[in-house]
């Protein structure tokens, strides 16, 4: 039988000749296909789009420019009674430092043969960070002894000299910009040349604290990533033992009836309230109420911890609804009490989905900024916190909190700095999730 | 029971801590214009005394006062920064929570600035300028007509053809209510619209009608901050925003500003009182907490010190135009006197 003939007998067509509904139905899948494709570029476009705007604004505030400078610390200028006391030491205030770094600044440049292109000792200094001077002081009153020594200090060049070396500045933006000039690019240049000034990576990134608008070079994300970590133990601590024991109970123990549902149904909504409104209750609660101080981790630890708990809660009932009812069947059936059932078998089997609940749910809170605002955690903090437990009442920023401080100020140098920051910040939040996924892989248990 | 567990784990750790922990900071919060300078300060204050340095926070002038009356104690803030003064609704409710003394301190002007892309035409604007541009209604051969305006040239001729796009701060900033005062005020007075509003209206309706925007789109809120009318201008290069001197200041390469009457805005020709769009920028302390908090004092007399809110000091670099009376504030800050009644 030949295809000519199939085709002339109707009803009697070969199986590898298409009729007109197959087709259809062929094509009808090849659409789906090519949608959910699109569907997937078009997140992945975003994704990438996303990574690369942050990296791109980002990236380079990973080094940083800085000047050696062989400062002479003139015993005649820091110590006036000649005594090395740290009292009368203290009483000369950074803006008596300035001066001996332009100096010394100054000396280098003779010593290389470096012309100053005209510029007064006011525009050679603007070329150092204004953070040098305390950096300088702190130095000299932890050593008295250096005073009257000519020492190496590794100062920090100022904002604008930085973004002319990672791009951001021009010669022909500084030609408009109040806030530095060719000649002071052309300077930095010729510093440059000569070993001077160089670029390195940047750990007071990572260590330091936050900066005034005038110095964005010396601003740091130390206090934020210490902050975030002290909310982070508070949450762990407060609502890994409450949401475990709320789910074993509401899943386990709980009688089935209105109120456990009226429960149920809470949870399930608290876990959509927008977290300002967390906030707004832990400004009431924790801050006027309770009295706990402003800026605080801990206040932002327990309103996390709110944020959090129905979070945790649902994917910890998820869980321990996963483990089949044989189990708790066969325990209970060799003799085990209710409890022992749930603690010897249940629970071991569900460990593993609890802990990728809880982990997804910090990743979350670390992120979270909205509840911050009203405690005081949105601010200028510059101070480190103390060791726990102390440490918890101190102000603290948040990784988040800074990110959203820095695309607020004015100079435009902050913004390497928040894309800095979101890196880290993106950073931790990857290494969380990486966690979560790989102990899903390596412990969950599918029946 | 989750919520009775969590409640009462909460409370335990509160009363760990407590009471017992004394503060050791200075706390400050308040208008997110005065925060730049307030950081300023904060840092070098940490740097150069034995106290730790403060903590400023943002939030807006209104919100800073609020907290600043929500009673006297530790967890309660010690400093409020104000980009505008202090009402009479802010003070009785200080009164009731038991914040009955105020010191007010003004550490300086800020000016505000009309600036444009840097490569786009150059403005010489006038009060009038800016209400025949933006107002809903504006004086046309002597009546009041709705406004059609839709170049600056049409506005008035010297003006270079650019279609009118203006951005300017929403309600909720305190810059807004200068720009209303200083510029639209003044325009609604100078082109005669004014005397027409009363007319129709009545005294008290026709000068709020002076401040009735028009709403085709012309006049763009911004309720964010100055980087958000940044991006705005750089995405739409017709545009003109309003900025704080400070901001244009460090944004001289990608702006540039208008005159205002002929006065180019700069720290000289503000404090000369030349350049008309200015305000006074405040702080306000909590008597209560002198002696109380370590470094109050230390903290609010090195802020208005020569060395910090002077002519040459860190916060006129930044583009704080210094008092010329700074020397009457620094008397009153040194002897701790407190605020009159408003007048």
């Keep these: 039988m030949t295809d000519t003939t199939a085709q002339t007998v109707p009803g009697k067509r070969s199986l590898l000749t298409l009729d007109d509904r197959t087709r259809r139905r062929n094509a009808a899948e090849a659409r789906f296909r090519a949608y959910g494709l699109a569907a997937v570029t078009v997140a992945l476009i975003a994704l990438t789009l996303l990574l690369v705007s942050i990296f791109a604004n980002g990236v380079s505030v990973f080094r940083q420019t800085t000047i050696a400078i062989p400062v002479t610390l003139d015993a005649k200028k820091l110590d006036k009674s000649g005594k090395l006391d740290p009292a009368v030491m203290a009483k000369v205030t950074t803006v008596g430092y300035a001066p001996l770094l332009t100096k010394g600044l100054q000396a280098a440049m003779e010593e290389n043969g470096i012309s100053d292109q005209g510029l007064k000792a006011k525009a050679i200094g603007a070329l150092i960070s204004q953070d040098a001077p305390a950096q300088l002081r702190d130095m000299v009153l932890a050593d008295p002894t250096l005073v009257g020594q000519t020492i190496s200090f590794e100062a920090l060049a100022s904002g604008r000299i930085d973004g002319y070396f990672k791009g951001r500045v021009t010669m022909d933006s500084a030609a408009l910009d109040s806030n530095i000039s060719p000649e002071q690019l052309a300077l930095a240049d010729a510093l440059k040349d000569a070993g001077i000034l160089h670029s390195r990576f940047n750990m007071g990134f990572i260590t330091a604290p936050d900066a005034s608008e005038q110095r964005p070079e010396a601003a740091g994300l130390g206090v934020a990533i210490l902050g975030s970590l002290y909310m982070m133990i508070v949450v762990l601590v407060l609502s890994l033992p409450i949401g475990v024991a709320a789910s074993i109970y509401l899943e386990e123990f709980a009688p089935k009836n209105r109120f456990t549902d009226l429960i149920e149904v809470n949870i399930s909504n608290l876990a959509a309230v927008p977290s300002i409104v967390y906030g707004i209750l832990g400004l009431a609660i924790f801050i006027n109420f309770a009295g706990l101080p402003q800026s605080a981790p801990i206040v932002g630890g327990l309103v996390l911890t709110l944020m959090t708990l129905p979070r945790i809660i649902i994917p910890a009932r998820a869980a321990l609804k996963a483990v089949p009812p044989s189990i708790r069947d066969a325990a209970l059936g060799v003799g085990a009490s209710k409890m022992q059932s749930v603690f010897h078998h249940v629970l071991p089997l569900a460990a593993p989905g609890i802990l990728t609940g809880m982990i997804i749910g910090l990743a979350q809170a670390l992120g979270e900024t909205a509840p911050l605002l009203l405690i005081g955690m949105v601010a200028f903090v510059r101070e480190y916190p103390g060791a726990p437990p102390e440490g918890f009442f101190d102000p603290a920023s948040a990784l988040p909190v800074q990110v959203y401080n820095w695309t607020q100020r004015a100079d435009p140098a902050f913004v390497e700095r928040a894309g800095g920051a979101i890196i880290v910040l993106l950073i931790f939040l990857v290494t969380m999730n990486a966690a979560a996924i790989l102990l899903r892989r390596r412990f969950e248990r599918r029946w | ?343």
């Design chain 2, 1 to 343: 029971m989750n919520a009775l567990k969590f409640t009462v784990s909460a409370f335990a750790l509160a009363a760990a801590a407590g009471a017992a922990n004394a503060r050791e900071q200075v706390q400050v919060a308040g208008s997110s214009t005065v925060l730049p300078y307030a950081a300023i300060v904060a840092e070098a204050f940490g740097e150069n005394f034995e106290f730790p340095t403060p903590v400023v926070e943002g939030g807006g002038s209104g919100a800073g006062r609020k907290k600043l009356c929500e009673g006297v104690g530790e967890n309660t803030i010690d400093v409020a920064n104000s980009s505008s003064r202090i009402k009479q609704s802010d003070i009785d409710l200080c009164t009731q929570n038991g914040v009955t003394e105020i010191m007010e301190v003004r550490i300086g002007y800020d000016g505000i600035v009309f600036a444009s892309d840097i490569n786009g035409a150059e403005f010489a604007f006038t009060p009038a300028d800016w209400y025949n541009a933006l107002a809903a209604e504006v004086m046309k051969d002597g009546a009041l007509v709705p406004n059609a305006a839709k170049t600056w040239a049409d506005v008035n001729p010297a003006l270079p053809a650019q279609d009118i796009l203006a951005f300017i701060p929403g309600t909720k900033h305190g810059t807004r209510e200068v720009f209303d005062v200083k510029v639209l005020e003044e325009g609604c007075k100078a082109s005669g619209a004014e005397e027409a509003f009363i007319a129709a209206k009545g005294e008290e309706d026709g000068k709020k009608a002076c401040l009735a925007l028009r709403t085709d789109g012309v006049s763009v809120d911004i309720d964010g901050d100055y980087t958000e009318t940044l991006a705005r201008i750089a995405a739409n290069k017709n545009g003109i925003g309003v900025f704080g001197l400070s901001f244009y200041q460090n944004n001289t390469d990608k702006l540039q500003v208008a005159t205002m009457d002929g006065v180019t805005p700069s720290v000289e020709t503000i404090s000369s009182g030349d350049y008309p769009v200015s305000r006074p920028l405040y702080f306000y302390v909590k008597k209560a907490h002198l002696g109380v908090i370590p470094g109050l004092k230390e903290y609010i007399e090195f802020f208005v010190s020569d060395d910090m809110a002077g002519p040459d000091g860190p916060l006129a670099e930044y583009g704080l135009v210094s008092d010329p009376e700074l020397a009457a504030t620094q008397a009153a800050v040194a002897a701790e006197t407190p605020m009159g009644p408003l007048e």
